[in-house]
């Protein structure tokens, strides 16, 4: 079965750009993850939707980024004013309920975004 | 802070032998600990886990170890393979938290 997917695969901006990385999450997944890790590092917590709603924000760094999943299946993270720092691997995951012990996250290949 | 490391950037083990990687967390309150695996271009794919009610869970190839008094963890290969030459992250949680904390990785090569 379809695993998840995130388009596109890279993107290059501009410094001051606005930029949106598309997720779609495995089909019956109500929840969805998003991460992003940078050089050298392990994958980051950033936002955590349970259906429709963000449940947990606590990750996001600024004011810059912003997510929505307004169908609880696909969700799009948005950054706005893109500066070098933002460049980073945007990792989305999905898992069949909520976060748990029991409930692995899968994740999609990641969106690589270049910000010059 | 830094919940979770791995202070080990990269491993290199001779086919057949034994590949073993660390981990060490901060937080006592963790209660759930995996193992991912990441090839090259790719998302990182659940390899094994734990609950702290463990502290050891095998699975074919795969023995993960925990050891709470130490807050360490460890990830034992064997017998060690080519295909399993990728970065492995650990990565932490709490059963009632909403996140992984992950390490920053160590690169695996096994050499045939």
Known sequence: ?116 | DQQVKQNSPSLSVQEGRISILNCDYTNSMFDYFLWYKKYPAEGPTFLISISSIKDKNEDGRFTVFLNKSAKHLSLHIVPSQPGDSAVYFCAVATNTGNQFYFGTGTSLTVIP
């Open chain 1, 1 to 116: 079965g379809a695993g998840v997917s995130q388009t596109p695969s890279n993107k290059v901006t501009e410094k001051g750009k606005y930029v949106e990385l598309r997720c779609d999450p495995i089909s019956g997944h109500t929840a969805l993850y998003w991460y992003r890790q940078s050089l050298g590092q392990g994958p980051e917590f950033l936002i955590y939707f349970q259906g429709t709603g963000a449940a947990d924000d606590s990750g996001l760094p600024n004011d810059r980024f912003f997510a929505v999943r307004p169908e609880g299946s696909v969700s799009t993270l948005k950054i706005q004013r893109t500066e070098r720092g933002d460049s980073a691997v945007y990792l989305c995951a999905s898992s069949l309920t909520g976060p748990s012990s029991y409930n692995e996250q899968f994740f999609g290949p990641g969106t690589r975004l270049t910000v010059l």
